[in-house]
């Protein structure tokens, strides 16, 4: 099993930043995908961002392209996401997924999510 806790959200006004935490613990792995998905009230959850297990391969959503950026430690099993130039748009409560290759499909591990209020 595979506990992740977000931490880090909270309210800010617009154009303010904040930085997500990402910390797993648990069974370890060799490697794993890390990323950020978001919901606001009445949407469907969205991909935010992904980064690859070394690094060097992320994706960002076109909304946030720019003004977030994801970053990992594994060392520290944590991984983060820090959000620039915020609007109120961005509400919601954000949440971390690690994905894990599994025999036949990939196996997803969530976090408990954290808030994120932007203040216009």
């Known amino acids: 099993q595979v506990q992740l806790v977000e931490s880090g959200g909270g309210l800010v006004q617009a154009g303010g930043s904040l930085r997500l935490s990402c910390a797993a613990s648990g069974r370890t792995f060799s490697s794993y995908t890390m990323s950020w998905f978001r919901q606001a009230p009445g949407k469907e959850r969205e991909l935010v961002a992904n980064i690859g297990w070394s690094g060097d391969a992320t994706y960002y959503a076109d909304s946030v392209k720019g003004r977030f950026t994801i970053s990992r430690d594994n060392l520290k099993n944590t991984g983060y996401l820090q959000m620039d130039s915020l609007k109120p748009e961005d509400t919601a409560v954000y949440y971390c997924?690690?994905?894990?290759?599994?025999?036949?499909?990939?196996?997803?591990?969530w976090g408990q999510g954290t808030q994120v209020t932007v203040s216009s």
């Open positions: 997924r690690v994905r894990i290759p599994g025999y036949l499909l990939p196996i997803d591990y």
